[in-house]
C-alpha cells in the first residue's frame, strides 16, 4: 500500500499567463533524443519525490509533453512545473498529474470521468494506462483545440465533452473513477452520485490560495468515505460553460 506523500505545496499557476494571452498556439511535433533524454530525467525526479507506481511513471516517460505546450516553452518543457495554455488555464505540473493518478489507484479498463480536460495530457496518461476517459471541459477554445489537435486522435479511448463540470456526464455514468483538475470550494453532489459504489474520487477541495487533495472512496453500501492527503495550488473550478 502506497504511504501519503510528505505534506508540501504544489504551485499550478503561473505568473506568465498573460503573456500567453499574446501567443498563438504553436506546437513542436517533433520528439528528438533531447526530449526522451528530458523525460527520463523527469521521470527520474517524480520518482525521487515519492511516486511508487510504475504504470504511472512509464505512461509520463512515453508521452511528449512539449507536444501539449507552446513551442516558446520548448527548452523548459520537461522541468517539473506547470505551464500557462489559452483561456488562463495551466498544463499541470508533472508531479502534481502523477500524484493525483497514483491516488486515483486506476485498474485496467476501467471507467473514469476526468473534470476539466485542459490540455488533454491527463487524460493521455490515463488512456496510455488502458483507461476508458471521458473528460469534461467548460473552455470552448480549449475543447475545440483539443478536438483538432491531431496527436490526440491516437488515443480513441479518450471521449471528449463541452460542458459544465459540476454537472458531470449523468448520461455516462456510473463512473469507476472520477478525477478533478480544478479546486472546488467543496465536493460536487452531482459528481458523488456518479460515483460507482466502490469507486474512487481524487478531487483538490478549498478555497482560496491552497487546497487540500481529496480521495472520495464510496463502499459498495453507498457509503461516503474521504482521506485527506497534501496540499496544493489549483486554478478554480468554476460553473457553467464558457463560449
Not at 527520463?40 to 507506481?53: A, C, M, N
Not at 494506462?129 to 490526440?152: A, C, P
Not at 490560495?209 to 485527506?228: A, F, S, T, Y
Request: proline share 5%.
Amino acid at each position: 500500500m502506497w504511504d501519503p506523500l510528505k505534506r508540501k505545496v504544489t504551485n499550478e499557476k503561473t505568473h506568465s499567463k498573460k503573456f500567453f494571452n499574446y501567443l498563438a498556439v504553436m506546437r513542436v511535433l517533433s520528439d528528438s533524443y533531447r526530449h526522451k533524454g528530458l523525460r527520463k530525467q523527469l521521470v527520474e525526479g517524480i520518482r525521487s519525490k515519492g511516486i511508487t507506481d510504475d504504470r504511472v511513471l512509464r505512461a509520463i516517460l512515453e508521452i511528449p509533453r512539449h507536444f501539449f505546450i507552446d513551442s516558446a516553452f520548448d527548452q523548459i518543457a520537461y522541468e517539473d512545473r506547470a505551464f500557462p495554455i489559452e483561456e488562463g488555464q495551466t498544463i499541470s505540473q508533472p508531479y502534481t498529474v502523477a500524484y493525483q493518478t497514483q491516488l486515483l489507484d486506476v485498474k485496467p479498463h476501467e471507467k473514469v470521468l476526468e473534470v476539466g480536460t485542459g490540455s488533454a495530457y491527463q487524460a493521455v496518461v490515463l488512456a496510455i494506462m488502458g483507461m476508458q476517459v471521458y473528460t469534461i471541459e467548460r473552455q470552448k477554445q480549449l475543447y475545440d483545440r483539443n478536438k483538432q489537435f491531431s496527436y490526440l486522435r491516437g488515443f480513441p479511448a479518450i471521449r471528449y465533452f463541452y460542458g459544465d463540470g459540476y454537472q458531470g456526464l449523468p448520461t455516462y455514468a456510473p463512473f469507476d473513477r472520477i478525477i478533478v483538475t480544478a479546486a472546488a470550494p467543496v465536493v460536487p453532489e452531482k459528481l458523488l452520485e456518479q460515483l460507482k459504489p466502490g469507486g474512487k474520487m481524487v478531487i483538490p477541495v478549498g478555497e482560496g490560495k491552497i487546497q487540500q487533495m481529496l480521495r472520495i472512496h464510496k463502499d459498495e453500501d453507498g457509503v461516503i468515505h474521504e482521506e485527506i492527503f497534501d496540499n496544493f495550488s489549483f486554478v478554480p473550478m468554476l460553473q457553467g460553460k464558457n463560449i
